[in-house]
């Protein structure tokens, strides 16, 4: 079995191809299935002088633009929608810092909505400025990937959704365009085909993407489905390597066969409540098994009934213990991600981001595919426990014993300074009991919401702290009130963990908006 570094490896070695080109990308060795497609120019109606905007101008130009568009009465969801379709349209998914981006984007509106009226387009504004920044660096509009595609034939018997997932094991990027947009009917279409392929592979990237682009159609409309979701067929593709087969091979045997053992395809899924107890244990099973065994587990679980909001709730806790459990990056990787430090591309961050994205597409999806995303969310998580680093089911969940009894004698309206101090002094220890203390207490919950809103947006959280926040607000609401505190005792380690790394263009931001 390939590493997760390994594995990474070869996407990266598939976005080289888009930052070289295909012509030198295939004299260095990698796959020439990525043609052009064609110097037609893909455009979004009333939409796209904006959409240009963010295209042509350099952040620092950029930001008091739009932050003097809004004051004339653009909406900040025409902004969010220009920006998305922007990234998507340059990068095609096919860019790690443009797809990471792109998954910010929803995240970073969803986070204004919980602002004051001054302050609201602050997080959009911070994640625009590095939209505008990584388009430039790319080369802007002279470098886009998402070209108009014409729609493909699919051929007389077969299922479109496996003939697209067989034309990205090739890969060949272009028949599969032209088959997904032949599939592209409606968004839920859209969806529900591309997700055979998302579910040939279980990583971060390869199932938020789909994800955070579904999330970004409750903000900006469903029009743009098809461009959305491209992207994960560009990913998809750029992914598959023989090293990635071989990684990925376990998996894509064994979902197969246990669809075809318990039968789960075509039945109605069961609606069995769950006691709080069954949810704590089923998500300990997940956490302690192999892979191949959360995923069994899993699949039974369906069989017998049991409903799968449950089920998404134990792997979602199971994901979770890897944040409450991380004892931090063993060695400097980067000046923002020192030794000891969790946020960003940790384990757990990665972790609960995935288990959050296989929940909410399984909400959305047909039955054929939530049967998959539940089954594919508990294996990512036992996957992420046991094959990338660390002795998780030794180590203790934070905050452990001695730390809380630090805090113990701390007052009640002393607990947010308390926060602030230890946020301030990356003390992930102190801040996770702190936040566990107010969880005891009657303290208004708003008020640390706001505390830790407030710092996932002035930090720069290299690349994952719009969207962590927004795993963290998004579990919170959905799981049973035992379990709440555990997310925001997670959230409160990832923020202390990133400050000191301010945010690009957040200080210029906050000027223009005159907060």
Excluded at 335 to 361: F, M, Q, T
Aim: proline share 4%; aromatic share 6%; hydrophobic share 40%.
């Amino acid at each position: 079995m390939k590493s997760r570094r390994d594995f990474l490896k070869d996407v990266g070695a598939g976005v080289v191809a888009a930052s070289v080109g295909t012509s030198l990308a295939a004299d260095l060795g990698f796959s020439t299935a990525f043609a052009q497609q064609g110097t037609e120019r893909l455009t979004f109606g009333s939409l796209e002088p904006l959409v240009s905007l963010m295209q042509e101008t350099q952040a620092a130009r950029l930001i008091p633009q739009i932050v003097e568009r809004l004051r004339n009465g653009t909406s900040l969801r025409d902004v969010v929608a220009a920006a998305a379709l922007a990234n998507a349209r340059t990068f095609g998914g096919e860019d790690y810092i443009g797809f990471h981006t792109m998954m910010a984007i929803a995240p970073s509106y969803h986070m204004s909505q919980e602002l004051p009226e001054a302050r609201r387009a602050l997080p959009v504004l911070k994640v625009l400025h590095r939209n505008a920044t990584r388009i430039q660096e790319q080369g802007g509009t002279a470098r886009e990937v998402l070209r108009p595609v014409q729609a493909g034939e699919i051929p007389t018997g077969r299922n479109g959704a496996e003939v697209l997932r067989d034309q990205l094991r090739q890969p060949n990027v272009n028949d599969a365009e032209r088959t997904f947009a032949a599939l592209a009917g409606t968004a839920d279409d859209a969806l529900n085909n591309v997700l055979m392929s998302v579910e040939d592979g279980a990583d971060v990237h390869r199932v938020v993407l789909p994800y955070r682009a579904w999330d970004l159609m409750s903000i900006i409309g469903r029009d743009q489905a098809h461009t959305l979701l491209r992207q994960s067929v560009r990913f998809c593709a750029r992914g598959e390597s023989p090293r990635y087969r071989d990684y990925m091979g376990g998996m894509r045997a064994l979902i197969p066969r246990l669809l075809d053992q318990h039968r789960l395809v075509g039945r109605e899924l069961g609606t069995r409540t769950a006691e709080d107890r069954w949810i704590e244990d089923f998500s300990m099973t997940i956490f302690r098994s192999s892979p191949a065994q959360a995923a069994e587990a899993a699949a039974a679980a369906l069989a017998e009934g049991m409903d799968p909001n449950a089920i998404g709730e134990a792997i979602s806790l199971a994901a979770n213990q890897l944040v409450l459990r991380d004892n931090g990056r063993p060695n400097d990787e980067g000046p923002n991600k020192p030794r000891g430090s969790i946020h960003g591309d940790s384990i757990g961050v990665h972790a609960c981001d995935s288990a959050n994205a296989w929940r909410n597409l399984a909400r959305a999806a047909n039955q054929r595919n939530k049967v998959v995303c539940i089954i594919l969310g508990a294996w990512q998580a036992a996957r992420d426990r046991s094959e990338r680093g660390g002795n998780f089911l030794e180590q203790q969940p934070y905050p452990r014993e001695d730390a809380r009894e630090a805090v113990g004698n701390v007052e009640p309206n002393r607990l947010l300074g308390a926060l602030e101090e230890a946020i301030r002094g990356r003390d992930q220890v102190r801040a996770a009991a702190v936040v566990h203390r107010y969880s005891t207490t009657d303290q208004p919950q708003r008020a640390l919401w706001d505390t830790l809103l407030r710092y996932a947006i002035s930090e720069d959280g290299a690349l994952h702290h719009e969207k962590f926040y927004r795993t963290t607000v998004e579990e919170f609401n959905s799981v049973r009130t035992p379990f709440k505190w555990r997310y925001l005792i997670a959230l409160a380690r990832v923020t202390a963990s990133g400050h000191g790394y301010a945010a690009p263009g957040h200080g210029e931001a906050c000027r223009l908006l005159g907060v």
